[in-house]
């Protein structure tokens, strides 16, 4: 299996819903992103885990909360979003120690917040 | 810091013709560098890669080479189909995470 999956593929919720994304791999990678992509621009990294540990959070709003249960699944718990929340949340995982650090992204999920 | 460059889009190209998207690159360390494409609607997929200098990234028609002494990773093909029409984003990488330039639109018309 050499394919992030994220689910659901598209998400509308109310500014006072909660929701979350999920994203599987089972690569064995042991680093995990969220990125959020507005259109026509290249992705914003969020979030980082490395070995289930929160390694890098790029001072993301607390409506956003990510999870890492596991090696094979990444969450983003959201919570009181806003309507430029609405965007692309991509999911990517890398290996950890490999030669190059290449991203493997899943499809993404469509967020809109009304 | 770290940064990486591209040309501005859109590209509009004619279907057979030749494509060159520029991409230039600042980095402190010596980071692998990679070309990115996003189809309508979809996530990004991987479509070279390079990790040391004069290392050349090859896939589907497309090449790169890692050129440390201009910081370029220029993108080619010599023969462009309308199914190439995405977004490319250029990218290096450096301290856990990936640098992104802002992406050229291509769009080849038959």
């Known amino acids: 299996d050499t394919e992030v999956t994220q689910t659901p593929k598209h998400l509308v919720m109310g500014m006072t819903n909660k929701k979350s994304l999920k994203c599987e791999q089972h690569m064995g990678h042991r680093a995990m992103y969220w990125y959020k992509q507005k259109a026509k621009k290249p992705p914003e990294l969020m979030f980082v885990y490395s070995y289930e540990k929160l390694s890098i959070n790029e001072s993301v709003p607390s409506r956003f909360s990510p999870e890492c249960p596991n090696s094979s699944l990444l969450n983003l718990h959201l919570h009181a979003l806003q309507p430029e929340d609405s965007a692309l949340y991509l999911c990517a995982s890398s290996p950890i120690g490999g030669d190059s650090d290449e991203q493997f992204f899943g499809p993404g999920t469509r967020l809109t917040v009304l | 810091g770290d940064s990486v460059t591209q040309m501005e889009g859109p590209v509009t190209l004619s279907e057979e013709a030749c494509l060159t998207i520029n991409c230039t690159y600042t980095a402190t360390g010596y980071p692998s560098l990679f070309w990115y494409v996003q189809y309508p609607g979809e996530g990004l997929q991987l479509l070279l890669k390079a990790t040391k200098a004069d290392d050349k990234g090859s896939n589907k028609g497309f090449e790169a080479t890692y050129r440390k002494e201009t910081t370029s990773f220029h993108l080619e093909k010599g023969s462009v189909q309308v199914s190439d029409s995405a977004v490319y984003f250029c990218?290096?990488?450096?301290?856990?995470?990936?640098?992104f330039g802002a992406g050229t639109r291509l769009a080849v018309h038959p």
């Open positions: 990218a290096l990488s450096g301290y856990n995470k990936l640098i």
